[in-house]
């Protein structure tokens, strides 16, 4: 049997935790006789000595040293040395390692090598994937929803930029996901697209409040922004995804661009709501720019922290495709939470505003007077057809 990396770290780390090579094969889901055999060819039983030293600074850093046996020389690697010494890697950093080796006799055993390993580490500031994950799939069931045949060859857009749940909340956006729900549930559209232009977040953080450079920000509960998120979300999702006679991928869309407040956090945002539905099409590059098209219209997205003055030019030079078999073109963008519409030699730039209260840097700066409304846009095959104004309370 062939053992991945993962696995090698994960099997080295149960065994210093003591658990048996039964109990190991439950947890990772192999066979006893697998987990005995690569055990007794790789790792001998790793003893922890009573004298195991752990010091703790205030700052959480801990230092540990631990002896152990091993048949073989372990690699180097952070994953490793964290494994081998009891801490998880997904919730510790290394800051540095070393170790000593002695041998050690035995008649059942022969010459074995046993190790002194000393590392320093540090709890990570995030939390691990698997436990953002539980924040929004905890229980989660995969829904299909009947739909009722399209009669109108409308693409509905619902650009999301700049909510940054955690200063905003789940019960301000309500009014304007009612007003949303109602347009979704009035018309039968031929697709709809929901477009995430960044910041949806307002930390890439979940036990600090940061941007992704690091910028410190007012404190917020990022755990409940990202409740408040996904039921915001979600609950424009579920009308948008119907289950047709037969598979029509492209009914509903949903299109994600990073911004400097949460592009790591808003990716894997993203992709559990990938994971809770089947029936819509996610496309989440990871990248600052994406386009899509419906007819003769093509769009492309960006957050607008980067590049906004040649967005145009970058439309025709990256996605040319697109740009060439469409006759009318537009770029959206956020960032600046203010709502501006350009003609730019043909093609139309929209930068939305933002629904969300003030935060206390915009307080303190004025930043105050931009209006808190959404834009919900209805296009034909050939351009602009309906836009909508949706305000609050």
Known sequence: MKWTDNEKHQIAQLVTMGLSDSEIAERMGKTHAAVKHYRQRHITDIKIEDSKEVTTEADGTQTATILMRLKHDPDKSPRTMLALTGYDPDKFDLISSQYKVYEQHSTEDGTVPQYSITVKVRPKDDISV????????????????????????????????????????????????EKIQAIIYSHSLQKIVIELGGDLLHSDYLRTTKTVKGTQLDHVDSRQAWEDAANFVKSIIEPAIKEPAIKNSDVAELRAIGGNHDFDMQWAFVEMIRARYPQLSVFNPGSYRQAFTYGNVSIMMAHGDTAKAKLSQLFANEYPTEWSNSIWRETHWGHFHTETVKDDGGTIQRQFGTPKPADGYEIKNGYTMNQHVLKVLEYDVNGLSVEYTLKGK
């Open 130 to 177: 698997s436990e953002l994950t539980s924040v929004i799939n905890h229980g989660v069931k995969q829904k299909y929803l009947k739909r009722t045949p399209a009669t109108l060859k409308h693409m509905l857009v619902v650009p999301l930029y700049d909510l940054h749940f955690g200063i905003n909340s789940y019960d301000n956006m309500k009014p304007f996901l």
